[in-house]
């Protein structure tokens, strides 16, 4: 599109339309201010947020969910540094995230003004890249390159900068001609997606001599859309797959060689079998220390196939055998090829054995918690079933940090990918509320919970007034223990009982009447007969967003559990599964 007089308020909405941007979460501020009034003309709906740093969570779960960036604007100083908390969330969990942020007139920059802050120097190490403009004809070439930036090799978040007086209708500095941005000159930006083919090779050979395989699956798999070739090299080899709390989907569990989720937290059978393996297949896997726990007795036997799109990855924590850089769907896709060549089914060992005691662990330390008690309240295991059981299997479940988010990741059945949403690197707690308002706004036809803990929930619980004004139907269950509960059961099992400073009290606030003065349906429940007639009448609205406050027992701890720093042979099981 060529002559085109626009002024940079104008141009960066119009650079956004440009890269099919359908949605911005938000909230305006004097910098920003001139990006805001165009934005009545524009066709992208802006979601109006109640603090920052809900906008840039908002932008995670729409992302997580949809697979295309998702896309914050805020304006300087406060606004910005509000935003840092996401931005780093984002980059940890690998997220494709775009966010503009107003600074303060070129000419003030330097100066401490009025809700200035240097955006660009503390974002530096929370994003993948960050832009401050300095000239309004930069505007359309940078943010194309900010999303390309986003979306390609490891995703990740990407910050725009601008400064007031480049995007102010009467000045001087924001005059330009639109031009249709094209291209990226980018020097030294040139991610690797296709795997070097020797290496690619050499991992054949080693998966066809393994004896004791573990398919280790990680986040990437679903930042790369690889869940169907991982399917196809699973079934092709018998082996048994792993899925990390970042992969949780990409993998069905229903699959009879899903091992379910491993780590500190992880099920019996998915720790002791890569404990026990002698091959680590690392398919977009960062061997994070809450899976890996005490690097050093992690894995001992296991030689190591890591594939992963950032090469800095590789051999980082865990020295790969033959480490492969590139986009994991390409490369799994490229071993299914080779393993067929070399005839896998014939040329494996027999593995029956491996199976055999992969099997006996799964039938002796199952998943499992206590019964209800008379007299009790809930069991948050149970409620997380229930749940599961009366919402649609591609129901997306969105989860904050805490033993709500192991729970969640335990007892629900993921068989689809993109269906479960929550905070894994970062561990930002309030990320629940938000991440899923944003999921529910990218996939509007979806049925989207959120799964809450009772001290995440009031971090960022002001975002459901947003949902409610925006009409967003998301639901959340809070799991309302009253206790900062995952704190909670660190000080029981490793500071002799010494409750400091957790209890957060289970009847202040009132969550129903919290929840109806925010123009959500409340409920409060705390009878498992009241579980699931909840449940279905929470499922019924459409219309509005629902909270149920879900009373459970303040006592409950997540089983197993690796202690921090321990060795993953040292896992701590439920106490009924324990030898006398």
């Not at 995440?456 to 009409?471: D, H, N, P, S």
């Amino acid at each position: 599109m060529k002559d085109m007089h626009l002024d940079g308020a104008q141009a960066v909405l119009k650079a956004l339309e440009y890269e099919g941007v359908d949605t911005v979460f938000g909230m305006p501020g004097g910098a920003i201010l001139p990006v805001y009034d165009p934005l009545m003309e524009s066709s992208i709906r802006h979601i109006l947020v109640r603090h920052e740093q809900g906008a840039g969570h908002m932008a995670s779960g729409y992302a997580h969910a949809t697979g295309r960036p998702g896309v914050a604007m805020v304006t300087s100083g406060p606004a910005a540094t509000n935003m840092v908390t996401p931005l780093l969330d984002a980059y940890m969990d690998s997220i494709p995230m775009v966010c503009i942020t107003g600074q303060v007139a070129l000419p003030a920059i330097g100066t401490d003004a009025f809700q200035e802050a240097d955006t660009t120097g503390i974002t530096m190490s929370t994003t993948k890249h960050n832009y401050l403009v300095t000239d309004v004809n930069e505007i359309p070439q940078v943010i194309h390159d900010a999303f390309h930036l986003a979306t390609t090799g490891r995703p990740g978040p990407v910050l725009v900068d601008i400064p007031k007086d480049l995007v102010a209708a009467g000045s001087p500095k924001a005059q330009m001609e639109w031009y249709d941005p094209s291209g990226h000159d980018l020097p030294g930006y040139n991610p690797r997606t296709e795997g070097d083919p020797a290496a690619i090779a050499a991992a054949v050979e080693l998966i066809i001599a393994a004896e004791r395989p573990v398919i280790y699956s990680g986040g990437g798999i679903l930042r790369s859309r690889a869940a169907q070739a991982l399917l196809e090299l699973a079934e092709l080899t018998g082996i048994p797959v792993v899925t990390t709390l970042m992969n949780r989907g990409g993998f069905p569990d229903d699959h009879p060689q899903c091992l379910g989720m491993p780590g500190m937290h992880g099920n019996y059978t998915a720790v002791m079998a890569m404990q026990e393996s002698d091959l680590l297949i690392a398919l977009g896997a960062r061997f994070d220390d809450r899976v890996t726990g005490d690097r050093g007795t992690f894995a001992p036997d296991a030689k190591v196939i890591h594939v992963d799109i950032d090469p800095a990855e590789l051999s980082k924590v865990r020295h790969a055998h033959v480490p492969i850089a590139g986009d994991a769907n390409a490369i799994i896709s490229a071993m299914v090829g080779g393993l067929r060549a070399a005839g896998v089914a014939d040329a494996q060992p027999d593995r029956s054995s491996w199976h055999q005691r992969i099997s006996g662990w799964q039938e002796k330390y199952p998943l499992t918690f206590d019964d209800h008690q008379a007299g009790d309240l809930l069991k948050p295991q149970a409620v997380v079933e229930t749940l599961r059981d009366n919402t649609p299997d591609d129901t997306i479940v969105v989860a904050g940090v805490g033993q709500h988010q192991m729970w969640a990741s335990q007892h629900w059945t993921f068989n689809h990918p993109y269906t479960w949403i929550n905070s894994g690197g970062l561990g930002t707690m309030g990320y629940a509320v938000p991440a899923a308002i944003g999921a529910q706004v990218g996939m509007p036809d979806r049925t989207v919970w959120a799964i809450d803990g009772d001290g995440c929930f009031q971090m960022t619980a002001q975002e459901l007034t947003t949902a409610a004004v925006e009409k967003i139907p998301v639901k959340i269950a809070i799991l309302n223990n009253g206790y900062l509960g995952m704190v909670r059961q660190w000080q029981e099992l490793f500071y002799d009982e010494r409750f400091s400073e957790t209890h957060l009290g289970a009847n202040v606030p009132n969550y129903k009447m919290m929840a109806e003065s925010m123009g959500c349906v409340g409920f409060t429940v705390d009878s498992p007969e009241a579980v699931q007639a909840t449940i279905e009448e929470a499922n019924a609205i459409t219309d509005r967003p629902v909270v149920i406050d879900f009373r459970t027992q303040h006592d409950e701890k997540v089983y197993p559990m690796v202690p921090a720093g321990a060795s993953n042979s040292e896992l701590i099981i439920h106490p009924s599964q324990r030898e006398s």
